[in-house]
């Protein structure tokens, strides 16, 4: 079936520093989504993304969708001890009715102290 | 109440309880769903159900039994569960159906410890 290779898995960062995070896939991609999972929580949309090449902004945090379709990249600059969670990329292969969102595994970010 | 609301938020059951989670959603949207999250591992979905139709069953135990009684509210039953269903189960919904997707909501998900 259809993955999504995100990477990396964790990043152990100071605070102040960006961030930088991605996932590809062998398929093509009619939306990107990036969602972050605080401890204890589920996980809440930070960006959507539906045209190649299409870059957005969201505070601190942006998204690219890649040109190719099949990749996607989520930075994220000054960081913050509030930044800490599960940053997990979604993509949806069609736009029909039945077209799940597929996830990746999941980045995991810790800031240290 | 707005968004997806999920009871209980935790749960301990022995291996012989029966119980149900439950989850409901404000959104006015027409599909939703459970997902597993255990420790270190992804986000597994469990079930679909497009409006109240469950399109999608990922191979899961039967001890896991899901019922969509109209497109607000979700149920997931337990019975005889193992310990290695202990996990996050996190239900989410969306509006499918329409040109662009606008990702899933997610619940704050019900932590269940199976003893």
């Known amino acids: 079936g259809q993955q999504l290779n995100q990477s990396p898995q964790s990043m152990f960062i100071q605070e102040g520093e960006d961030v930088s995070m991605n996932c590809t896939s062998s398929?093509?991609?009619?939306?990107w989504l990036w969602y972050k999972q605080d401890p204890g929580e589920g996980p809440v949309l930070l960006i959507a993304?539906?045209?190649?090449?299409e870059l957005t902004s969201n505070g601190r945090l942006t998204a690219q969708f890649g040109i190719t379709r099949k990749d996607s990249f989520l930075n994220i600059s000054a960081s913050i001890p509030s930044d800490v969670g599960i940053y997990f990329c979604a993509g949806q292969l069609g736009k029909g009715r039945d077209d799940k969102i597929i996830f990746g595994k999941g980045t995991r970010l810790h800031i240290l102290p | 109440e707005t968004g997806v609301t999920q009871t209980p938020r935790h749960l301990v059951m022995g291996m012989t309880n029966k119980k149900s989670l439950k989850c409901e959603q404000h959104?006015?949207?027409?599909?939703m769903y459970w997902y597993k999250q255990s420790a270190k591992k992804p986000l597994e979905l469990m079930f679909v159900?497009?409006?109240?139709?469950?399109?999608e069953n990922n191979s899961v135990p039967s001890r896991f039994s899901p019922e969509c009684p109209n497109s607000s509210h979700l149920f997931l039953h337990l019975h005889t569960l193992q310990p290695e269903d202990s996990a996050l189960y996190l239900c989410?919904?969306?509006?499918?159906?329409?040109?662009?997707?606008?990702?899933?909501?997610f619940g704050s998900g019900t932590r269940l410890t199976v003893v």
């Open positions: 993304l539906y045209k190649a090449g």
């Open positions: 989410a919904s969306s509006q499918v159906g329409q040109g662009l997707n606008y990702g899933y909501t």
């Open positions: 159900y497009n409006f109240k139709e469950q399109t």
């Open positions: 959104l006015g949207h027409n599909a």
């Open positions: 398929s093509i991609f009619n939306t």
